[in-house]
């Protein structure tokens, strides 16, 4: 936690709470500070409590209930600091001296939408583990992996939204109003997305319900998969006489179907496809592009995990990959390029260099 999120800081002045019963209603991490620094002795009331309260707690400095505030939590109290509401009338009916947070003082809530890259912790960019460090609430979806949720403080909230077996992801409604939530109670909300946010990361929407919401957000781009993967096996995207363009293109529409892209002119323009969630659409995809005449022999890979330690490659032409594909038995996240620039893949000397790099 720095200075810069504390609003009671600099401190002005010193208050004589040595011994002194407080309860705080809401773990404002800043004012929970301030008090304990004043040798007050303190409880905090919050079903929710930011990464800092929670902090406190875990070196036991003060007493966390995670719940709402209840009427019995007054008995022996001196000082109730709350912000105005419930708790506020009632300490002062039962003539508890209170300290009154207006609600303008808790800490402002934003978010950021930060892309988490393809995997590996080390293509994150620096301001996303920036960002991520600097969480109080985490949201992140099933393709992050284990070295990047490493970065987020202990004390930070962790919540996964995304699929797992048995269960279905958090409905995208539901995660706009999360989101909203959290930082409107003044949290700083990382929604941690794989590759980049605004690459079929729906991260469009939670922007434009957080700009709804009037929730300042930070926008965090990532390495998207297409970029990645082709990084890895050192297949240029363009390239001077073979494309001249790049598609990025889901294979994965609303009603699970292959959405009906403009498959002529994806034919005809001679660029490179990156073609996005195309595991189960791929014979049909390949078959519509030779049918609006894109050549049967033109170069094609998929690329399982790509970055991951369970990287799996399957190079193959436009004729033959969905076969491969489906012979293989992808299962995980898997990118599809094709185009003339596929053919420039260094397979075997990139498959060494990640192999070493896994094992140092
Ligand atoms: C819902 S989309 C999210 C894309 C993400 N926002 C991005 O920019 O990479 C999921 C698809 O991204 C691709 N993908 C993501 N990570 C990948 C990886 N490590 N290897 C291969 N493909 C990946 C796969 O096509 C996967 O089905």
Same mark, same amino acid.
């Given at each position: 936690?720095?200075?810069?999120?504390? /609003? /009671?800081?600099?401190?002005?002045?010193?208050?004589?709470?040595?011994?002194?019963?407080?309860?705080?209603?809401?773990?404002?991490?800043?004012?929970?500070?301030?008090?304990?620094?004043?040798?007050?002795?303190?409880?905090?009331?919050?079903?929710?409590?930011?990464?800092?309260?929670?902090?406190?707690?875990?070196?036991?400095?003060?007493?966390?209930?995670?719940?709402?505030?209840?009427?019995?939590? /007054?008995?022996?109290?001196?000082?109730?600091?709350?912000?105005?509401?419930?708790?506020?009338?009632?300490?002062?009916?039962?003539?508890?001296?209170?300290?009154?947070?207006?609600?303008?003082?808790?800490?402002?809530?934003?978010?950021?939408?930060?892309?988490?890259?393809?995997?590996?912790?080390?293509?994150?960019?620096?301001?996303?583990?920036?960002?991520?460090?600097?969480?109080?609430?985490?949201?992140?979806?099933?393709?992050?992996?284990?070295?990047?949720?490493?970065?987020?403080?202990?004390?930070?909230?962790?919540?996964?939204?995304?699929?797992?077996?048995?269960?279905?992801?958090?409905?995208?409604?539901?995660?706009?109003?999360?989101?909203?939530?959290?930082?409107?109670?003044?949290?700083?909300?990382?929604?941690?997305?794989?590759?980049?946010?605004?690459?079929?990361?729906?991260?469009?929407?939670?922007?434009?319900?957080?700009?709804?919401?009037?929730?300042?957000?930070?926008?965090?781009?990532?390495?998207?998969?297409?970029?990645?993967?082709?990084?890895?096996?050192?297949?240029?995207?363009?390239?001077?006489?073979?494309?001249?363009?790049?598609?990025?293109?889901?294979?994965?529409?609303?009603?699970?179907?292959?959405?009906?892209?403009?498959?002529?002119?994806?034919?005809?323009?001679?660029?490179?496809?990156?073609?996005?969630?195309?595991?189960?659409?791929?014979?049909?995809?390949?078959?519509?592009?030779?049918?609006?005449?894109?050549?049967?022999?033109?170069?094609?890979?998929?690329?399982?995990?790509?970055?991951?330690?369970?990287?799996?490659?399957?190079?193959?032409? /436009?004729?033959?990959?969905?076969?491969?594909?489906?012979?293989?038995?992808?299962?995980?996240?898997?990118?599809?390029?094709?185009?003339?620039?596929?053919?420039?893949?260094?397979?075997?000397?990139?498959?060494?260099?990640?192999?070493?790099?896994?094992?140092?």
């Amino acid at each position: 936690m720095t200075s810069k999120n504390s /609003l /009671l800081d600099p401190t002005p002045f010193t208050l004589g709470l040595q011994g002194v019963r407080v309860l705080m209603v809401g773990g404002n991490w800043a004012a929970v500070e301030f008090l304990l620094r004043q040798g007050a002795l303190v409880r905090v009331v919050d079903s929710q409590p930011d990464a800092g309260t929670l902090a406190l707690a875990a070196e036991g400095r003060l007493r966390l209930d995670r719940r709402g505030f209840d009427e019995a939590d /007054l008995d022996g109290v001196q000082l109730c600091v709350t912000a105005p509401g419930l708790a506020q009338a009632a300490a002062e009916a039962r003539g508890v001296m209170v300290g009154a947070l207006p609600a303008a003082s808790r800490r402002t809530g934003r978010a950021s939408l930060v892309g988490a890259g393809p995997g590996a912790a080390d293509l994150l960019t620096v301001r996303a583990v920036e960002v991520i460090r600097d969480a109080d609430v985490v949201m992140f979806d099933k393709l992050i992996g284990s070295e990047v949720l490493a970065l987020i403080q202990p004390g930070a909230q962790r919540i996964d939204v995304g699929k797992r077996c048995g269960r279905h992801a958090m409905a995208q409604s539901a995660i706009n109003a999360l989101i909203v939530r959290h930082a409107q109670a003044g949290r700083h909300v990382v929604r941690l997305k794989g590759g980049d946010p605004f690459v079929f990361g729906r991260g469009g929407e939670e922007l434009e319900s957080l700009r709804a919401a009037g929730v300042p957000t930070e926008v965090v781009p990532g390495i998207t998969a297409a970029l990645a993967t082709a990084a890895r096996l050192g297949i240029p995207l363009t390239h001077r006489g073979a494309s001249r363009s790049l598609h990025l293109i889901t294979a994965h529409g609303s009603d699970d179907r292959l959405p009906e892209h403009d498959w002529t002119a994806l034919a005809r323009a001679g660029g490179t496809l990156a073609v996005y969630m195309g595991v189960r659409t791929l014979p049909l995809l390949a078959a519509r592009l030779l049918a609006a005449g894109m050549a049967p022999d033109t170069p094609a890979i998929a690329v399982e995990n790509a970055t991951l330690s369970n990287e799996r490659r399957m190079p193959g032409t /436009l004729a033959g990959i969905a076969d491969a594909v489906a012979a293989a038995g992808l299962e995980g996240p898997t990118l599809v390029l094709i185009g003339a620039v596929v053919a420039l893949a260094d397979l075997a000397a990139d498959q060494d260099s990640a192999e070493e790099h896994l094992a140092a």
